[in-house]
Nanobody, 122 residues
Framework: QVQLVESGGGLVQAGGSLRLSCAAS????????ASWFRQAPQKEREFVAA????????NYADSVKGRFTISRDNAKNMVYLQMNSLKPEDTAVYYC???????????????WGQGTQVTGSS
């Protein structure tokens, strides 16, 4: 089992920045791919970014490419999402997830955090 706790969400003006953090505990976190997903009201959960267990490979949704950066510190069991140039359409609950597959498919991630709200104001 892996337990995940997100933090760092909040209200930010368009064009601003936030950094989300995800703290992991339980089984060896460094064995897993870590990803961020988000879910806006009345919308399905969507992939945002993924980072392989080594930290060497990353993948991003087209909607955030060039603005968001995912990173991890396996020594601290932490994953981060640096979000720059935020837009109102980035408003959503952001979830941290961990799993064995390097994938953008949410169903393949067995471990999830509780989510943190990010609101971008215009």
């Amino acid at each position: 089992q892996v337990q995940l706790v997100e933090s760092g969400g909040g209200l930010v003006q368009a064009g601003g920045s936030l950094r989300l953090s995800c703290a992991a505990s339980g089984r060896t976190f460094s064995d897993y791919t870590a990803s961020w997903f988000r879910q806006a009201p009345q919308k399905e959960r969507e992939f945002v970014a993924a980072i392989a267990w080594t930290g060497g490979n990353t993948n991003y949704a087209d909607s955030v490419k060039g603005r968001f950066t995912i990173s991890r510190d396996n020594a601290k069991n932490m994953v981060y999402l640096q979000m720059n140039s935020l837009k109102p359409e980035d408003t959503a609950v952001y979830y941290c997830a961990a799993g064995s597959s390097y994938t953008y498919t949410s169903a393949l991630y067995p471990y999830w955090g509780q989510g943190t709200q990010v609101t971008g104001s215009s």
